[in-house]
């Protein structure tokens, strides 16, 4: 079992090693930008943006230009959405708000840091003064184990309470996100493309219900959401998922057999009711994406669409659930979900059913 501070990148981290797997986050913004088998320590499954990052605090104006915002020379892996998960309001980006909230440009700290008994917990928090909130994130591990469980928790340090929108927004990226090869599991029940026009090259028809996984295509066809397929040359595009009711767990998994890894969130569903699928195919075009990227999110969440707070709260519901949350004031909320990252073999094609166990997390697999 193994703790420090590391750069990744050039950027300032902590890495946490439990002799099994390694999980590393950044100081800048939060992010969980490396996750990895120590087996395979080449495979990275998470997201690593083209461009060179730049840290929050060191973002100047001549950034403006070549990444657009802070949020996306900071961005990386999986970050946290907190406040409001989407784009400000008008008023909110005039009055120099970004997307996504605070927390993913937020500088974090060091709490602190255990080990006893075989099991490791580290514990970092940042503060976002425009929301009036701590946002405070506990990872702990056991030695030999593939997993992390972490919790996220919400304080409010402000005497009013306060609505907000919050989103684990966990982003793949290649080599392990492969067109044609990576297929993405959940258990979902009801599906909904973006409700508005996403892009100018989607592959899903906007505001359309649909049964995951099968989209529906922009031209009438049917889309296999699993993957992105090999005959899409460039697309953008979002949909969100509602996870089954019935469960009292969340999951999602990403498989890539050919490189034999597989990752799996698991969450208490009734925290975070949906997940956004967002696919990022060589479509955007402006800075810094430059018709360079390949990515995908699946971004569990308590609201179904990035369209900030404002205009969650004035959906106010959707598919029968609450599309915000209260946080009442100087009071706290947790949000915990379990990583998990495992060999599989090549013959695995994907994921039935995920589920807890005695001494971890079990799978069964679609396979031939």
Known sequence: MKFGETLLGGRKAWKLDNGAATLVMLAGGGHIASLTLNEKPAVNPLWVPVWKPVEPWQYAAKHAKTHTSKLLGAIAGHNVCLGWFGEPSPEEAAAGMECH?????????????????????????????????????????????????????????????????????????????????????????????????????????????????????????????????????????????????????????????????????????KDFPWVGNWEENYGRKTRPWGGRSLARGMEFANSPFPVGLRKATEMAHFQGHPTFRWVPALTSIDFSFDIVITPVAEEVKGVKDMYRTSTGFAFDFITG
């Not at 917990?121 to 056991?142: A, D, F, H, N, Y």
């Open 101 to 269: 909230g605070e927390a993913p440009v937020a500088k974090w700290r060091l709490v602190r840091k255990a080990l006893s008994g075989g099991v490791m917990t580290v514990e970092t928090e940042c503060e976002l003064p425009v929301v009036g909130m701590v946002l405070k994130r506990t990872i702990s591990t056991q030695t030999g184990k593939q997993d992390f469980h972490v919790t996220d928790t919400v304080r409010n340090v402000s005497q009013r309470d306060i609505p907000f929108t919050i989103c684990e927004h966990v982003t793949f990226g290649p080599p392990f996100l492969q067109k044609g090869e990576t297929v993405f599991d959940m258990p979902a029940v009801q599906s909904h493309t973006f409700r508005g026009q996403f892009s100018d090259k989607q592959r899903l028809r906007p505001n359309a219900p649909f049964a995951w996984p099968r989209g529906p295509g922009r031209h009438g066809e049917m889309v296999d959401m699993r993957t992105i397929g090999n005959s899409y040359g460039a697309s953008s595009d979002f949909s969100t998922q509602l996870i089954d009711p019935k469960r009292p767990d969340g999951w999602f998994t990403a498989v890539n057999a050919e490189l034999g890894v597989l990752v799996a969130y698991t969450w208490r569903r």
